[in-house]
């Protein structure tokens, strides 16, 4: 059995001379009071039969509703995750405002036995944050690929 795999990118600009990247913060109810730790780069799972970049591009465009912003990606490679689940990054320059995202639904049972479907957002807002503050709000599993960015492109 192969283990899940997905695929995301990071967004990264240079403001002031310092790098920010832009995070989403996971939505639903059992993120809802969750800051520190409840923030993901947008990122999604894949089937063995897509590439991960096709896949990186499609759910980037899923989860906030607007075009991959034109540019080279850069490679970040890939993280393994407690749970098992691979995780493959590319980082790409560019800019976008966090108030044009319109970003994904899903549906679950909320609350659990209620027997009532609900709609809630993939991620409920999106921000833009220093390494320094994205290292307090993304989720641990996902904090190595804030330093190969650094590495990558000077941070």
Do not use: C
């Not at 799972?45 to 034109?70: I, M, N, Q, S, T």
């Not at 493959?88 to 405002?97: E, M, Q, R, S």
């Not at 679950?108 to 944050?129: H, I, N, T, V, Y």
């Amino acid at each position: 059995m192969t283990a899940r795999q997905s695929a995301g990118i990071l967004l990264y600009r240079k403001e002031n001379g310092e790098l920010q990247v832009l995070l989403g913060h996971m939505g639903g109810p059992f993120w809802a009071r969750k800051d520190a730790g409840g923030w993901s780069l947008p990122k999604g799972e894949y089937e063995p039969d897509e590439a991960p970049e096709a896949a990186a591009r499609r759910e980037f465009a899923e989860e906030l509703g607007l075009p991959v912003p034109e540019g080279e990606l850069v490679d970040l490679g890939a993280v393994r995750q407690s749970g098992g689940k691979v995780v493959t990054v590319w980082a790409l320059a560019g800019d976008l405002d966090p108030a044009q995202v319109v970003p994904g639904t899903f549906e679950m049972e909320w609350p659990k036995g209620s027997g009532r479907l609900q709609e809630f957002p993939e991620m409920d807002r999106f921000a833009w944050f220093t390494l320094t503050e994205a290292r307090e709000k993304l989720l641990k599993s996902q904090q190595p690929f804030l330093d190969r960015l650094a590495e990558a492109v000077g941070g």
